[in-house]
């Protein structure tokens, strides 16, 4: 008997090592973690969304404004707010990033368009409109950094040995996380030269 104890103990300490009971809990609070701050990054991105109809309606009353690029804003929105996703798998959440860079890049057209206009960035309005547009902005920034440090936390718990192969038995996958848009890198061009001459 006694030569059984020391097995029995190394066995236990194995299995309180690996406690496959511990690690499912953990898994489940972490990711419970990734969902709540992916959470907060969609609701950054729908208060956006509930912003652009109130700059288009003001944007509208511009005289000879450029429909093209009003239009290229009310599609980016639709587009962009028609998406549920799983941040668990790669292409939704790759989609779901395109829509949401394509809804960034037609506001930054829109905004530098509405420079031509003295007359609407004038107005009160549409002053409010923007700070609110730039706080946004601001916030998303803010909701993605919390995502991703969030996810990284999770994502490292998850793949570690041992929890790794719980996580694999328990379906427990990588979030994924946001990365800058392309062409990020490259410095903007900044040309104030008016077009018409």
Do not use: C, H
């Amino acid at each position: 008997m006694k030569k059984f104890t020391p097995i029995i103990i190394v066995l236990v300490l194995i299995f309180l090592w690996i406690n496959p009971f511990g690690k499912f809990n953990s898994m489940v609070t972490l990711d419970e973690g990734v969902q709540t701050e992916w959470a907060q990054v969609e609701n950054q991105y729908q208060r956006r969304a509930d912003l652009i109809p109130n700059l288009v309606e003001t944007v509208k009353g511009a005289a000879n404004f450029e429909k093209d690029t009003l239009t290229q804003v009310i599609e980016a929105r639709a587009n962009a707010t028609k998406t549920n996703i799983n941040v668990q798998d790669a292409e939704e959440f790759a989609q779901f990033q395109k829509q949401q860079t394509g809804i960034s890049s037609a506001m930054s057209r829109l905004m530098v368009v509405m420079e031509k206009y003295p007359q609407l960035t004038a107005t009160k309005e549409f002053g409010e409109l923007r700070v609110q547009l730039e706080g946004t902005e601001n916030r998303i920034s803010t909701a993605r950094d919390r995502y991703n440090e969030t996810a990284k936390g999770y994502n490292i718990y998850v793949r570690q040995f041992p929890n790794n192969l719980w996580a694999g038995m328990f379906k427990f996958k990588k979030a994924n996380l946001f990365e800058s848009s392309e062409g990020s890198d490259a410095v903007p061009t900044v040309d104030f030269s008016d077009e018409k001459e």
